[in-house]
């Protein structure tokens, strides 16, 4: 199980909206003859490659997935009819699929055809490894990482409104790789009027658009912002409210610029997230500003948070990361404290993975 857990992070940044999942083959006497994982959404599932590679000598033989095999006709065919010809006598999983068109019938169909199935084994790391097709399946929504650069007393920018370079060159990258795995990057319409960022990954291969979402209730954007001038290779998502979007002096000049505008339907952050679902966009990074970040805490929907402690100290007249608000890093979950040059990072989830 932990050969195919490590190859079924392999498709990391490539699979969405699917899950990440990996396959092994074992033979009865022990040997492994096939090992695969599901590279992009569209292809073969890695239990099908798995078997393809393993061919005949996949007959009584054991198969290991990190995710219950799929029952459904999708854009692949179901994985468990696979299972069931080529003669796999046992399959060990690690987790149900939450998928409303799986979720059990999966393993059910396999027992039902004289396999036999184990469930639990590498649980804990293959749900990690899923949290956002996870939160998509039960939730309808992304799931939403909260990132910062923060310094070292809690503030993100010297005073409001006025742009602050904190982290550095080692945290930087970082946080490039970290882009280049999400389906989407969220800021709100200030942090473009202050900073006026492109939100691209740079730096590292990314197979798919990213898209950047604004979230701007009141259609402040300007047409002439940077992020629009990469429109064409990632998206530029527009989140605002009913009565923006009917102001055609307001949209019009953004849809030319090569925006997409989504309504939320009530205004709301959970909303916002919603449109977005609709779009396939399983994982967001939320980067700013004060006022967003604020706005999904207080909803209740920051699933994981990622914060680049920086060695400066802004005073009382910066920008604190979350003002008011509950929060602190050592309550997090599978917590990560790591070095990055004169950074230290630190991320966990806000609730358990589960």
């Known amino acids: ?58 007959r009584g033989a054991t198969l290991y997935c990190t995710l219950e095999p799929c029952c459904h006709h999708g854009r692949t065919g179901p994985c468990v009819t696979r299972i069931v010809e080529t003669g796999v006598a046992r399959v060990v999983a690690s987790v149900e699929d939450p998928n409303p ?6 393993f059910a169909f396999l027992r039902a055809h004289g396999v036999h199935v184990d469930v639990g084994l590498g649980a804990e790391r293959a749900i990690d490894l899923n949290q956002p097709f996870f939160t998509m399946m039960r939730e309808h929504r992304p799931f939403v990482i909260l990132k910062a650069a923060t310094s070292m ?39 473009v009027l202050i900073d006026d960022p492109e939100l691209t990954a740079r730096g590292v291969y990314r197979e798919h658009p990213l898209s950047r979402v604004v979230f701007d209730r009141s259609l402040r954007t300007p047409p002439s912002a940077r992020l629009h001038s990469t429109g064409v290779a990632s998206p530029v998502i527009i989140v605002t409210t009913a009565e923006a979007a009917s102001r055609a002096d307001l949209r ?12 939320a339907r009530d205004g709301t952050f959970r909303a916002a997230l919603e449109r977005l679902a609709a779009r396939d966009i399983g994982s967001l990074m939320l980067e700013g500003g004060a006022a967003l970040h604020c706005a999904a805490w207080d909803e209740g929907l920051v699933d994981f948070v990622s914060l ?34 004169p950074d230290v990072l630190i991320e966990g989830y806000v609730h358990r993975p589960c």
């Not at 068109?101 to 999966?106: K, N, S």
């Not at 019009?252 to 309504?263: C, F, H, T, W, Y």
Request: hydrophobic share 40%; proline share 7%.
């Open 1 to 58: 199980m932990d050969r195919a857990l490590f190859h079924a992070a392999r498709g990391r940044g490539r699979t969405s909206p699917n899950p990440l999942v990996g396959a092994v083959v074992v033979s009865p006497d022990g040997v492994i003859v096939g090992t695969g994982y599901h590279e992009r959404a569209g292809e073969p599932h890695a239990e099908v490659r798995a078997l393809a590679e393993a061919g005949a000598r996949a």
């Open 101 to 106: 068109l799986v979720r059990g019938e999966g």
């Open 153 to 191: 007393d809690g503030r993100i920018a010297e005073s409001p409104g006025r742009r602050t370079q904190l982290s550095s060159a080692p945290a930087n990258r970082h946080v490039h790789c970290f882009r280049a795995e999400v389906d989407a990057i969220g800021v709100g319409s200030g942090t």
């Open 308 to 341: 680049y402690v920086t060695p400066h100290v802004l005073g009382t007249a910066g920008v604190e990361l979350l003002p008011g608000r509950s929060f602190s890093t050592s309550a997090l979950h599978n917590r990560v404290v790591a070095p990055l040059g």
């Open 252 to 263: 019009k000049p953004l849809e030319d610029a090569g925006a997409e505008i989504e309504v």
